[in-house]
């Protein structure tokens, strides 16, 4: 649950600090949330975390359902 919290704000363009801060949990920690989400998803950047998020409507404001970053075993290929 957390890494999806996590990769909502970086799909949301937010610094880790801000995103520590947002979640009340160290920056260190987002780092760590944050590098397990890229190798989880086979993700190179933010932006491609971002655009993963929006393509499968990871987004608490989007309908909830899509892929889950806390299981995932890699990127949709297209």
Avoid: C, W, Y
Avoid at 10 to 17: E, I, M, Q, T
Avoid at 40 to 61: I, P, Q, Y
């Amino acid at each position: 649950e957390r890494e999806r919290q996590v990769l909502d704000q970086v799909a949301r363009g937010k610094s880790n600090k801000v995103i520590a801060q947002a979640l009340d949990i160290s920056h260190n920690t987002v780092k760590l949330h944050v590098r397990h989400i890229m190798a989880k998803l086979d993700l190179g950047s933010r932006v491609e975390a971002a655009v993963f998020a929006f393509e499968h409507r990871t987004s608490t404001e989007h309908s909830g359902k899509g892929s889950d970053p806390d299981n995932a075993t890699g990127r949709r290929s297209n």
